[in-house]
């Protein structure tokens, strides 16, 4: 095994090894990824999937997928289907688990009423803003509410009354009846149920009552049998509430470990501001590129398998921190390099003319598939008289360390001559064309008299060139951490320049073959991907990432800073 497919231990898998060494659960390891169906999955939602589905495969165990499904005004098909196509194009397999929050209501609501006849749940008048006011504070402790100690029966009946739709919304709701001077918070008589009167994208009408996601929660983790539920760290101070209710109640009870929730730098990774970015139309859609949505980076050309070496990269921990966008780059450059087939484009055409080329000639030069994999073999590209170079690979009067073409001077063309550039043919001061000459003698790119030139440069036939629209982008936003800048909106932080749409691009015929989705690297330019929004007029081309990679210098420079401390 190479290091990256090294899974390194960490407190998590420790934790599990404890208990198979101990038989806490008859050998059984089962996890779940437990989305809320509110939103599109992004990279952090990639690293729990990872995870989750990562440990169960290691152990011989099993992952659901489970809806957390219990807010149905914020809860759309839509996402639920999103989401399905995520965790499956992540390379994850529920089998026959795909389980639905939703599908418990009965069977929580019985064990609500199990509760009230405990003793240890009532029915509590309150308003929210009362509860919220008997809660009291971390240095003061909570009030009883007068309805606390209402009769069992009471309770039960206006439970029923609840379920039967008989008040409005916000007028009753059940808590639990555990200690309003509790230091924790959370334990200070939670709230069970609410009532709502909304319609729930699976059941329809049929509640107007909805359980709380601490009620909920540990509740269908118990009915599924999973034995670990891990989620992340803002959950740690609500596990005494998780192993109340299951205690309260007498049921199995899986044990729930919290890990530091993953936050990259430059991006926002909560639901609610991405929510607000696609709905203010700042992005085009939930599979924008920009995003850090797992539909937008599909959508850039990151692959799988990046997301998923990255996820295991970073490892778990239990303290929160921020990893590197760059280092999320390194991964998908990475995979790229060893998987991208190479093409050559012109994203900002400059007309060249040959003019020791016959007009009608038109040779196959041979080219390299992809250097790093030999059995990627090699593709023809048609050259002829006329040809398009990059804008910025000519210079009239170029500067001291510019090495490309400039006029009087010999380059390379990748594949296939030596050209020199005679002349810049100019309208209205502005270079239009180049008048130029290939050696005949260095068909390939190589000279036999064995002389170099200082750069080579990627072109594409004129005759033979499709057009396409190439759209490059930059970072979403323009600082490291847009949602934690103090007394200052995340949508001031926004880059103008993360979409730049290039128009009259001319790229090398080949690329016509290409599907959406497919991946390759242009020459010199970085990595590319097909956008899906192409029809057989407009090819139209996404930039995954460049060739350089600035993470190594990042690490460098992280390396220098240890040393200096
Ligand atoms: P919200 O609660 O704001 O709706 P959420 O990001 O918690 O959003 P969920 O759908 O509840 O969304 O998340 C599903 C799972 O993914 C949870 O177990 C959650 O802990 C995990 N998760 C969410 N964000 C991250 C993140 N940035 N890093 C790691 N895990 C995450
Ligand atoms: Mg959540």
Redesign the pocket.
Known sequence: MNSEDTVKKDFIRDIIDEDLRTNKYDGRVHTR????P??YLHI??A??ICLNFGIAEEYGGLCNLRF?DTNPTKEEEEYTRSIIEDVCWLGFDWEDRLFYASDYFDQMYKYAIQLVKDGKAYVDDLSAEKINEYRGTLTQTGRNSPYRDRSVEESLNLLEQMKAGEFADGEKVLRAKIDMAHPNLNMRDPVIYRTLHATHHRTGDKWCIYPMYDWAHGLEDSVEGITHSI??LEFENHRPLYDWFLDALGVYHPQQIEFA???LTYTI????MLLELVEGRYVNGWDDPRLPTISGMRRRGYSSAAIRNFCKRIGVAKVNSMVDLEFLEHCVREDLNKTAPRFMGVLRPLRVVIENYPEDKVEEMEAINNPEDPGAGTRKVPFSRVIYIEQEDFMEEPPKKFYRLAPGREVRLRYAYFVTCKEAVKDDGRIVELRCTIDPATRGGYAPDGRKVKSTIHWVSVEHAIDAEVRLYDRLFTVNDPAGQKNADFKEFLNPNSLEVLKSCKVEPALGNLKPFDRFQFERLGYFCVDPDITKENLVINKTVGLRDTWAKIRKQQQMNKLDS
């Open positions: 990824f437990p989305p809320e509110n939103g952090g939602h690293k729990s957390d989620c992340t929730r993953l936050n990774m909560s639901k609610r």
